[in-house]
C-alpha cells in the first residue's frame, strides 16, 4: 500500500477521499489554489501544497503543478476525484512519466471513453446495447438532418466530447434540426474546443440507470445500478439504489453489459457505465442502450456504499497498489435502499442561478445520515468552482424507510448565509410520482412550478423572526452558556414594533410580552397569541390551534427561521443607512452578487443616464450588468476589469445631485 498520496481536487470529493485514506494509515497531501488556502480540505490533509490562483485552469487544471507538488512531497500516487484532471488521459501519462501512480484507469481506457461516438462504435463491438442513431465521422448538416430522419423524430443530438449535460439538443421534428445543431455545435465549441456531434434516439419515458462496476485492468465486477433519473438540465439531483421496479433478470442483463464494456478496455479502477432505459412499459432485459461510461469515481458513489457496504475509495487504493480484486462478484449483495441528495448554492426560484457567499449557519442532523461536505460553518461558496456545498446519503431498510429518512434529514438541514436548494429537494422527496418510485428523467421539468413554489411565510415564522430581532429571543447556540439556562427576558407587556425585510416586501411586526414566554404579536393585519418553547434543536411555535417546530439563527442584521424544510430568511433594516440612501437618490452602483468584474464601461468624468450598463460582472459562469441609478456624472470608480468583488461592495459612486 501506498504511505502517502496526492489528492488532485478540492471540496468533498477531496475530503471523502481523504477519510478514506486516514483509516488506512495513508498520509494525504492536499492542493490548493488561493481561492481555497482556508478550505476544509487542505486542513484535513497532512499536508498541502499551494498551486496557483483561484481560477482552476491556473491551478487544479494545471497537471505539471500537481505533479510537482506530488514529487516534492513524496506522494508515491495521484488520487484525481471527479471532475478536473480525473478524465484527462495526457494528466494520466504524465502522471506516470514520472514514476508515480495514477488511482484510476489507464490512458488508453480513458481514451477509448473519452469520446462518446467512438465510444459506441467500441461498445457495438463489445455486444453492449447502445442507443440507435448516427455516431460517425461525417458532419454535413443535410446528412446529418437525413439521418435523424432515418432514426425517428425525436432524436437527441449530442456532443461527441460531451459531458456535464452540454452541447446537447432534443428535436422535435425535421423543421428544427438545422438550428439546434447549430447551437448544439456552438456550445461544444465553446465547452470542449470541438463541435463533433453524434445524433442518437431520444428514448421516450426515459430513465438514467447506471451500473458502478469496478475492474482490476482484466477482469471486472458490478456494484448493482443506481437510478439516477431525477434531472434538471441533464444534471442529477437526486439519486438511489436500487432501482425502483429493478428485477433480477434485468438487473444481472445490465450488469453483465457494463462488465463487458469495463473488460473490454482493460479498465482499472471505479467507473461507471451509464444506460438510458426505456422506462415506458417496466424495466426490460431489452430496453437499455449504453450512453457513456465515466471514467472515475462518481459524485453519487455513496448510494452504492450505502447498498453494499463497500469503500470504493479503499477499493481503488488498494487496487491502485497492486492488489486483486478485493471480492468476488458473487459475495456481493444489496442491502435495503438508499437515497443522494445534492444540495447547492443555488436559487432555485431564479432558474436555479448559482449563488455565493458565507455560510453564516450550516447545521447538518447529527445522527442517521452520511453528509459529504466539502465546506464548514463560515466557509464561503465562491464563483470559482461547482457551488455544491454537501451531498446527504441516507440508508433505509426498504425505500419507503429510506425515504422517509431523506425527508427528515432535508428538514433538519439548516443553512443561511446563501441561499440553496433545500426546499426545492424536499419538495422533490415528497412528490407523489417519485414516492411511489414512478421516475424518468421529465419529471423535474414537469412539475417544476410546483417544485419550486416557495410558500407563504407562515406568521409564526415572522414572529420568531421579530422576537429575535428585538431581541426577545436568545438565539439557540451550543457554545453559548445562555443555551442551557432560561434565558427569556421579561420586558413588561409594552407593546414594542419592529420591521423586518423580506427581499423587497417589508413586515411590520408587533410584540407585546404576556408572560416568559406567551406573547401577543400582530403581523401585518393579523394579530394572535403565540407560546414558543425551546427544544432541543430549536422552538416549538404554537398559536392555539397549530403547534410547528421551527429554529432561528441570526447573523448581524440577518435573521433566518428554518420551519417546515424552509428557510425564510429576514433583514433588519438600518434605519439610518436607508435613509442616507435615500436621500441620495441612489448615489452608487453596488456589486448586486459576489462575483469577478468582466468590464468597466465607464470612468470618472463620464456622464451616464439612468439604465446606462456601467458594469458587467461574471458570477457562477453568468454575466450580469450592473446599470447607472440615475442620471449623472460619475465620480469615482473602485472596480476595474479583473477585481473579484464582495456582494455589497461600492463599485461606483456618482458626483452629488448639487442642489
Ligand atoms: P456525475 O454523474 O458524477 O454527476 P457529471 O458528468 O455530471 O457526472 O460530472 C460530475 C462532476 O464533474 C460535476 O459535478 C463537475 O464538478 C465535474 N464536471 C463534469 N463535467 C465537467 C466539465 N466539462 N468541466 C469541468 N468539470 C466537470
Ligand atoms: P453527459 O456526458 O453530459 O452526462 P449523457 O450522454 O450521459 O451526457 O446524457 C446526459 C443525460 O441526458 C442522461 O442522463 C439522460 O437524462 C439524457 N439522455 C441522454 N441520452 C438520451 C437519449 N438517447 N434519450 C433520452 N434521454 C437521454
Ligand atoms: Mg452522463
Redesign the pocket.
Known amino acids: 500500500m501506498f504511505t502517502k498520496i496526492l489528492i488532485a481536487n478540492r471540496g468533498e470529493i477531496a475530503c471523502r477521499v481523504m477519510q478514506t485514506a486516514r483509516r488506512m494509515g495513508v498520509a494525504t497531501v492536499a492542493v490548493y489554489s488561493d481561492a481555497d488556502a482556508a478550505a476544509k480540505h487542505v486542513a484535513m490533509a497532512d499536508e498541502a501544497v499551494h498551486i496557483g490562483p483561484a481560477p482552476a485552469r491556473e491551478s487544479y487544471l494545471v497537471a505539471e503543478k500537481i505533479i510537482e507538488a506530488a514529487k516534492t512531497t513524496g506522494a508515491q500516487a495521484i488520487h484525481p476525484g471527479y471532475g478536473f484532471l480525473s478524465e484527462n488521459p495526457d494528466f494520466v501519462e504524465a502522471v506516470e512519466a514520472v514514476g508515480l501512480t495514477f488511482i484510476g484507469p489507464s490512458a488508453d481506457a480513458i481514451r477509448k471513453m473519452g469520446l462518446?461516438d467512438a465510444a459506441k462504435r467500441l461498445m457495438e463491438q463489445a455486444d453492449v446495447p447502445v442507443?440507435p442513431?448516427y455516431h460517425g465521422d461525417e458532419q454535413d448538416p443535410s446528412f446529418l438532418a437525413s439521418e435523424a430522419e432515418k432514426i425517428g423524430f425525436p432524436v437527441?443530438i449530442?456532443a461527441s466530447a460531451?459531458?456535464?449535460?452540454?452541447g446537447?439538443r432534443l428535436v422535435e421534428d425535421v423543421a428544427k434540426f438545422d438550428d439546434a445543431l447549430a447551437s448544439a455545435q456552438r456550445e461544444a465549441e465553446a465547452a470542449f474546443g470541438d463541435k463533433k456531434v453524434l445524433v442518437?434516439?431520444?428514448?421516450t419515458s426515459?430513465r438514467?440507470v447506471e451500473i458502478q462496476v469496478f475492474g482490476d485492468g482484466d477482469k471486472a465486477i458490478h456494484l448493482f445500478e443506481r437510478d439516477?433519473?431525477l434531472?434538471r438540465r441533464?444534471q442529477?439531483v437526486i439519486e438511489e439504489a436500487p432501482a425502483p421496479g429493478m428485477t433480477e433478470e434485468v438487473r444481472n442483463a445490465m450488469g453483465a453489459a457494463a462488465v463487458r464494456a469495463a473488460e473490454s478496455i482493460g479498465y482499472k479502477g471505479a467507473g461507471t457505465v451509464?444506460f438510458?432505459v426505456d422506462g415506458s412499459n417496466g424495466l426490460r432485459p431489452d430496453a437499455f442502450?449504453f450512453?457513456?461510461m465515466?471514467t472515475r469515481l462518481q459524485v453519487e458513489h455513496p448510494v452504492t456504499e450505502e447498498v453494499t457496504g463497500v469503500d470504493l475509495v479503499e477499493w481503488q487504493l488498494r487496487v491502485a497498489a497492486g492488489a486483486p480484486l478485493p471480492v468476488r462478484q458473487e459475495d456481493l449483495t444489496i442491502n435495503g435502499h438508499a437515497f443522494e441528495a445534492r444540495i447547492y448554492a443555488e436559487d432555485a426560484a431564479k432558474k436555479f442561478m448559482p449563488q455565493t457567499g458565507p455560510l453564516e449557519h450550516l447545521m447538518f442532523p447529527k445522527a442517521g445520515v452520511r453528509i459529504d461536505a466539502g465546506v464548514r460553518p463560515g466557509d464561503r461558496i465562491t464563483p470559482f468552482y461547482d457551488p455544491m456545498i454537501a451531498k446527504v446519503t441516507v440508508h433505509g431498510a426498504d425505500r419507503n424507510e429510506a425515504l422517509g429518512k431523506l425527508r427528515a434529514a432535508l428538514a433538519a438541514t439548516e443553512v443561511a448565509g446563501t441561499m440553496t436548494n433545500v426546499a426545492f429537494l424536499s419538495a422533490l422527496a415528497t412528490h407523489d410520482g417519485f414516492s411511489k418510485g414512478d421516475v424518468d428523467?421529465g419529471l423535474i421539468d414537469r412539475d417544476l412550478a410546483k417544485l419550486t413554489d416557495k410558500p407563504e411565510t407562515p406568521m409564526a415564522a415572522t414572529a420568531l423572526a421579530a422576537l429575535a430581532a428585538l431581541d426577545l429571543l436568545k438565539p439557540r447556540d451550543p457554545q453559548s452558556p445562555w443555551d442551557n439556562t432560561d434565558g427569556w427576558r421579561l420586558w413588561g407587556s409594552a407593546k414594542q414594533g419592529v420591521f423586518l425585510n423580506q427581499g423587497a416586501d417589508v413586515v411590520h411586526a408587533e410584540v407585546t410580552t404576556l408572560s416568559a414566554n406567551r406573547f401577543g404579536i400582530t403581523v401585518a393585519d393579523t394579530e394572535g397569541t403565540l407560546t414558543v418553547e425551546r427544544t432541543e434543536t430549536g422552538y416549538a411555535v404554537d398559536d392555539g390551534t397549530h403547534r410547528a417546530q421551527a429554529s432561528v439563527v441570526q447573523h448581524g442584521p440577518k435573521v433566518t427561521v428554518f420551519t417546515n424544510g424552509f428557510a425564510h430568511g429576514f433583514t433588519i433594516p438600518d434605519v439610518l443607512a436607508v435613509a442616507a440612501e435615500e436621500s441620495s437618490g441612489g448615489n452608487s452602483v453596488v456589486a448586486s452578487m459576489t462575483g469577478l468584474i468582466k468590464a468597466v464601461q465607464t470612468e470618472p468624468g463620464a456622464k451616464v443616464s439612468a439604465g446606462d450598463v456601467l458594469i458587467l460582472m461574471e458570477a457562477m459562469k453568468m454575466e450580469h450588468t450592473l446599470t447607472a441609478p440615475r442620471d449623472g456624472v460619475v465620480a469615482d470608480v473602485s472596480a476595474k476589469s479583473g477585481d473579484q468583488v464582495e456582494e455589497g461592495a461600492v463599485l461606483i459612486v456618482l458626483e452629488d445631485q448639487g442642489g
Open positions: 462518446k442507443v442513431g437527441l449530442k460531451g459531458g456535464g449535460g452540454k446537447m442518437e434516439k431520444f428514448i426515459p438514467h439516477c433519473s434531472q441533464h442529477k451509464e438510458i442502450w450512453m457513456e465515466n428523467t
